[in-house]
């Protein structure tokens, strides 16, 4: 099958999976477009919103309708590296009487792993996560654990307790992709979410793709070609973030630091994904510009200035892509 025609077998996977969804969420269709076009990149999701969003049951039904096993972990306090990765156990051969180690797995082998608020546990139990999410291995006693392809993480975090928290240094926050911000539905959407949450109907989830299929489109999405002008107005974008290397007067008075190479590598891979989800052979600047603020809204570091002027990275992305050209 050539390229073209895998890129409009995705495009129509994509729209299957999204009905699936649409079956159990209701709204958030720029949410759910985000997700996927993450996971088909490869990369990895940070989502920030309050609690009752409904982000464990969007994931959720996102691994039922991939076909994916899914698992979740509830990051607190008290949580230790070893609840993450697995540990090792001592059993007793009963035939030769003598003891033997044996590894268990922990719940980051999974396809899809929800890290519910990472931000509630210390540095030591997050790096653990964070080490299987770059190297997607586990190491233990010295032997390495392949974890299970494809392996996608979504860490959430709660914007508003604070309290007793360990916030991720931006060293950590630059392994995930895209940082995605949920917020509360509109009147008619939250009038159905009632509706089809309090009814004894439960929706059946069709698999759509599965773990094999997944593997192959996101091969395809690295195929996928790219312009240079598209590359240059991405690096352009990302360079003007840094207070160093842009002459625009609002960066250098509102930024201390700006994002890195990565942040341009990662608009590249989301603009090519989400155009191959769209049925497109190559993505364009609007891609780009779509990919922006989930790429930069977490590698963008705003100053004291910033602050007194209620000037957030959101509002620097958004003038940045209105002034570029």
Request: hydrophobic share 40%.
């Amino acid at each position: 099958m050539q390229d073209t025609e895998k890129i409009k077998l995705l495009s129509e996977s994509i729209g299957k999976v999204k009905t699936e969804i649409s079956k159990v969420i209701i709204g958030q269709t720029d949410i759910v477009d985000q997700l996927l076009t993450a996971l088909f990149a490869k990369g990895h999701v940070l989502l920030i919103g309050v609690p009752g969003l409904a982000k464990t049951l969007l994931i959720r039904t996102l691994a039922k309708a991939l076909d994916l096993k899914f698992s979740r972990i509830q990051f607190t306090p008290d949580l230790m590296p070893g609840d993450i990765s697995g540990t090792e156990i001592i059993e007793d051969d009963l035939s030769s009487g003598q003891k033997t180690f044996r590894f268990v797995k922990g719940p980051i082998f999974a396809n899809i792993v929800l890290a519910d608020e990472i931000n509630r546990t210390p540095p030591k139990t997050q790096a653990a996560l964070l080490e299987s999410m770059e190297e997607h291995a586990v190491t233990a006693a010295g032997m390495t654990y392949k974890l299970e392809q494809p392996f996608f993480v979504l860490a959430t975090q709660n914007p508003i307790e604070q309290e007793g928290t360990y916030p991720l240094p931006e060293a950590q926050l630059d392994r995930f992709m895209y940082n995605i911000w949920l917020d509360y539905p509109a009147t008619e959407e939250e009038e159905q979410i009632v509706k089809s949450t309090t009814s004894i109907n439960k929706p059946e989830i069709i698999k759509v793709l599965n773990a094999e299929e997944i593997m192959g489109f996101q091969e395809l999405v690295r195929k996928v070609p790219v312009s240079d002008n598209v590359i240059n107005f991405a690096v352009k974008l990302v360079r003007s973030t840094r207070p160093a290397t842009t002459e625009l007067k609002y960066i250098k008075d509102f930024i201390s630091y700006g994002a890195g190479p990565r942040a341009s590598q990662y608009i590249i891979l989301g603009a090519k994904s989400r155009a191959a989800l769209k049925g497109k052979f190559t993505p364009d600047i609007d891609d780009v510009k779509a990919a922006a603020l989930p790429v930069l809204r977490h590698r963008i570091v705003t100053n004291f200035n910033a602050e007194a002027d209620n000037i957030t990275p959101n509002d620097i992305v958004a003038m940045l892509i209105d002034n570029l050209k």
